[in-house]
C-alpha cells in the first residue's frame, strides 16, 4: 500500500519562506553581539543590547532585526549617535542565507511522501547549523579573529548526531540513491574534507600567518564541517570553490589588502549556499550524475591542490592575524 502524498499550497510554502526569513535575520542580530562579544570575552546574553556611544540599553522595539536600524535612520533613539550599518547588513545576509536553505528544503515540494515532509523542517534546521557557524566564523575573520575550536566542535556534533537520529535525512527532492545513510557516509564525507584540507594546507598558510596551528586547524575543521553536511560532492564543490575564492583574494590582497579578510570561512559559505541552491535543482533532476561522487572529490582535489600551489607564488603580504582589523 502505498504512503498518501502530502500537498504543499503555494501560501504555506510562503509562509515557511517568510518565517525562515525572519528567523535568520534574528538569528543573524544575535551573531553580531557573538563576533563582538566573543574575542573580549564578555558574556554573549548579558548585557542587553546597549548605544555603544551613550551606553544606554537599546528599547525592545527599536532592535527589531533590520528595521529598527532603518526606522531610527541609523541613530541611537537617545543621543542621536551614529550606529554601524554593520547591524543591518549582517542581519540581512543571515536572514537571504536563511531562505536559501528553507527554499531549497521546499524545492518542487507540491507533492511529497509522509517521511520527506516530515524531513524537511530537520533537513533546512540540519543546513542552517552549518550555515550560521560559518557565518559566526566569517564575522570574526572580517574583524582580525579566529573562531574557536569549541564552535567548531559543538557544531560538528549537532551534524553527527542528526544523521543518527534521521538516517534518511535529505532534501524531499533528494533521489534516494544520493541521500545520507547516517554516520558512514558522513564520516566518510568528512574524511574527504580532512584530505582535500591537508592539500589546501599551503593556501592556509598563505592565508593566515605562517605557523599558527590553530588558525590551519580550525580551517580544516570548517571544511569538514562542510562535508558532514553537504556530504562527499557537495563538500567537495565548495571547498573547491572556497580554495579558488580564497586564492582570487590572496591575490587582490596585493593591491586591496582589505580583500584578506575574506578568508576561509567566507568562501566556505558561499560555497555551501551556492552548493545548496544548485543542487535543489539539479540532484532532482539528475540524480545519476550524484550517485558517485568520488569524480568530484577527484576534481576537487586537483583544484585545491593547484590554488595552494599558485597561492605560495604569489608576492609576500602581511597575512590575516587576530586582531589586525
Given at each position: 500500500?502505498?504512503?498518501?502524498?502530502?500537498?504543499?499550497?503555494?501560501?504555506?510554502?510562503?509562509?515557511?519562506?517568510?518565517?525562515?526569513?525572519?528567523?535568520?535575520?534574528?538569528?543573524?542580530?544575535?551573531?553580531?553581539?557573538?563576533?563582538?562579544?566573543?574575542?573580549?570575552?564578555?558574556?554573549?546574553?548579558?548585557?542587553?543590547?546597549?548605544?555603544?556611544?551613550?551606553?544606554?540599553?537599546?528599547?525592545?522595539?527599536?532592535?527589531?532585526?533590520?528595521?529598527g536600524w532603518l526606522w531610527l535612520r541609523g541613530r541611537c533613539r537617545e543621543c542621536r549617535a551614529s550606529i554601524s550599518p554593520r547591524?543591518?547588513?549582517?542581519?540581512?545576509?543571515?536572514?537571504?542565507?536563511?531562505?536559501?536553505?528553507?527554499?531549497?528544503?521546499?524545492?518542487?515540494?507540491?507533492?511529497?511522501?509522509?517521511?520527506?515532509?516530515?524531513?524537511?523542517?530537520?533537513?533546512?534546521?540540519?543546513?542552517?547549523?552549518?550555515?550560521?557557524?560559518?557565518?559566526?566564523?566569517?564575522?570574526?575573520?572580517?574583524?582580525?579573529?579566529?573562531?574557536?575550536?569549541?564552535?567548531?566542535?559543538?557544531?560538528?556534533?549537532?551534524?553527527?548526531?542528526?544523521?543518527?537520529?534521521?538516517?534518511?535525512?535529505?532534501?524531499?527532492?533528494?533521489?534516494?540513491?544520493?541521500?545520507?545513510?547516517?554516520?558512514?557516509?558522513?564520516?566518510?564525507?568528512?574524511?574527504?574534507?580532512?584530505?582535500?584540507?591537508?592539500?589546501?594546507?599551503?593556501?592556509?598558510?598563505?592565508?593566515?600567518?605562517?605557523?599558527?596551528?590553530?588558525?590551519?586547524?580550525?580551517?580544516?575543521?570548517?571544511?569538514?564541517?562542510?562535508?558532514?553536511?553537504?556530504?562527499?560532492?557537495?563538500?567537495?564543490?565548495?571547498?573547491?570553490?572556497?580554495?579558488?575564492?580564497?586564492?582570487?583574494?590572496?591575490?587582490?590582497?596585493?593591491?586591496?589588502?582589505?580583500?584578506?579578510?575574506?578568508?576561509?570561512?567566507?568562501?566556505?559559505?558561499?560555497?555551501?549556499?551556492?552548493?545548496?541552491?544548485?543542487?535543489?535543482?539539479?540532484?532532482?533532476?539528475?540524480?545519476?550524475?550524484?550517485?558517485?561522487?568520488?569524480?568530484?572529490?577527484?576534481?576537487?582535489?586537483?583544484?585545491?591542490?593547484?590554488?595552494?600551489?599558485?597561492?605560495?607564488?604569489?608576492?609576500?603580504?602581511?597575512?590575516?592575524?587576530?586582531?589586525?582589523?
Amino acid at each position: 500500500m502505498e504512503e498518501p502524498l502530502i500537498y504543499l499550497s503555494p501560501a504555506g510554502r510562503w509562509l515557511i519562506l517568510g518565517w525562515t526569513f525572519a528567523l535568520g535575520a534574528a538569528i543573524g542580530s544575535f551573531l553580531n553581539v557573538v563576533a563582538y562579544r566573543l574575542p573580549r570575552g564578555l558574556n554573549l546574553s548579558r548585557p542587553g543590547s546597549r548605544c555603544p556611544s551613550c551606553g544606554r540599553a537599546i528599547r525592545w522595539y527599536d532592535n527589531v532585526p533590520i528595521a529598527g536600524w532603518l526606522w531610527l535612520r541609523g541613530r541611537c533613539r537617545e543621543c542621536r549617535a551614529s550606529i554601524s550599518p554593520r547591524y543591518p547588513i549582517v542581519e540581512a545576509i543571515a536572514a537571504v542565507c536563511a531562505f536559501v536553505v528553507a527554499w531549497a528544503g521546499i524545492y518542487d515540494m507540491p507533492e511529497v511522501d509522509g517521511l520527506a515532509y516530515a524531513l524537511a523542517p530537520v533537513w533546512i534546521a540540519w543546513r542552517l547549523v552549518l550555515v550560521f557557524v560559518l557565518l559566526c566564523a566569517a564575522l570574526l575573520e572580517w574583524d582580525g579573529n579566529v573562531a574557536p575550536p569549541r564552535m567548531a566542535l559543538a557544531a560538528g556534533l549537532v551534524l553527527l548526531i542528526l544523521p543518527v537520529l534521521f538516517p534518511g535525512l535529505r532534501a524531499p527532492w533528494v533521489s534516494e540513491s544520493v541521500r545520507f545513510h547516517g554516520l558512514v557516509d558522513s564520516g566518510a564525507a568528512a574524511a574527504a574534507m580532512l584530505l582535500l584540507g591537508l592539500l589546501a594546507w599551503p593556501q592556509i598558510q598563505t592565508t593566515y600567518r605562517h605557523g599558527e596551528m590553530g588558525t590551519g586547524a580550525t580551517a580544516v575543521g570548517q571544511m569538514m564541517l562542510v562535508g558532514l553536511t553537504l556530504g562527499m560532492a557537495g563538500g567537495s564543490a565548495a571547498t573547491a570553490l572556497a580554495a579558488v575564492g580564497v586564492l582570487i583574494c590572496l591575490a587582490a590582497a596585493c593591491f586591496w589588502s582589505p580583500a584578506a579578510r575574506f578568508g576561509w570561512a567566507a568562501w566556505l559559505l558561499a560555497g555551501t549556499l551556492c552548493w545548496t541552491a544548485m543542487a535543489s535543482v539539479a540532484l532532482a533532476r539528475w540524480p545519476e550524475r550524484f550517485a558517485d561522487p568520488s569524480r568530484t572529490l577527484l576534481v576537487a582535489g586537483v583544484v585545491v591542490a593547484a590554488a595552494a600551489v599558485v597561492s605560495r607564488l604569489l608576492p609576500s603580504r602581511p597575512a590575516l592575524t587576530p586582531g589586525d582589523a
